[in-house]
């Protein structure tokens, strides 16, 4: 993946990336029925080797000439904008470097299996059960380097010790383990040969993980979901209509959102 992030002749921006994955996946169900119970076991389990990096090109002087210009200024030099910046009455004796690298570099080693079950009890031709859950494992590691680039103009004017939110003093590595245990209940009941009703519960899971651009922010926690829901199914006109209605509710915990600021 390579951009140039700013669309202009000059270097502002550049971003690039490199990725390769590494995947491996693997499900086992078996299914059966004793008597009036329905039922499912099965187990997965997943890997995933990651390694990316992630670089950005910069021009000092081209930064601080699209500085001045965002500021509604006319295009400056770094030594002028510095001069600004700090209230010095003349331009700072400053000029900005070319081609400043600064690469991140991230490597993941990902885990993850879950067992579950799931069973369906008729209790006559109307009316059923439906009870089920699932055990989930996840462990991540994940190493992150990204090296100082220097003392550098851009990061002094943008306020941040780089591009990226933080640079590293070496290898870090970060290492985290989350289980989880998720149930489901629906009960099930056939108003009619063409309707049916039915009332459910489930909770969901969602892993934590890291963000390779804020090294030193650790991991972010597990989402969670719990489901409500309530609906009808049929058919009508000699099954030539179907319909679903169906209202439901969602309480989130540790949502996982991200914010570009």
């Not at 010790?161 to 933080?166: A, T």
Request: hydrophobic share 30%; aromatic share 12%; net charge negative.
């Amino acid at each position: 993946y390579l951009e140039d992030f700013d669309g202009g002749p000059t270097t502002i921006v550049k971003t690039g990336g490199d990725e390769i994955q590494e995947a491996y996946s693997q499900e086992i169900r078996l299914n059966g029925s004793w008597g009036n119970l329905d039922w499912t076991v099965g187990g997965n389990v997943y890997s995933e080797d990651i390694s990316q990096i992630y670089s950005v090109i910069y021009d000092e002087e081209a930064i601080c000439g699209g500085l001045a210009r965002a500021s509604g200024f006319p295009t400056v030099s770094c030594g002028v904008l510095l001069g600004v910046l700090t209230g010095s009455p003349t331009p700072l004796p400053y000029v900005g470097r070319e081609n400043v690298g600064e690469v991140n570099h991230s490597d993941g080693d990902y885990t993850s299996w879950g067992l579950y079950a799931d069973a369906t009890y008729k209790f006559d031709d109307k009316f059923e059960l439906t009870v089920g859950g699932r055990y989930s494992n996840d462990d991540k590691q994940i190493d992150i380097d990204t090296p100082n680039p220097g003392a550098t103009l851009a990061p002094i004017v943008l306020s941040a010790p780089s591009i990226f939110q933080q640079t590293t003093n070496g290898l870090q590595r970060e290492d985290r383990s989350w289980s989880n245990f998720s149930p489901r209940a629906v009960l099930r009941y056939i108003l009619s040969p063409d309707l049916n009703s039915y009332a459910s519960f489930s909770r969901g899971y969602k892993s934590g993980g890291f963000n390779t651009l804020t090294p030193s922010g650790g991991a972010f926690d597990p989402e969670n979901v719990s489901s409500y829901e309530l609906g009808v199914k049929g058919r009508a006109i000699e099954g030539r209509v179907q319909f679903d209605l169906a209202a439901y509710y969602y309480t989130y915990t540790d949502l996982q959102v991200q914010v570009i600021d």
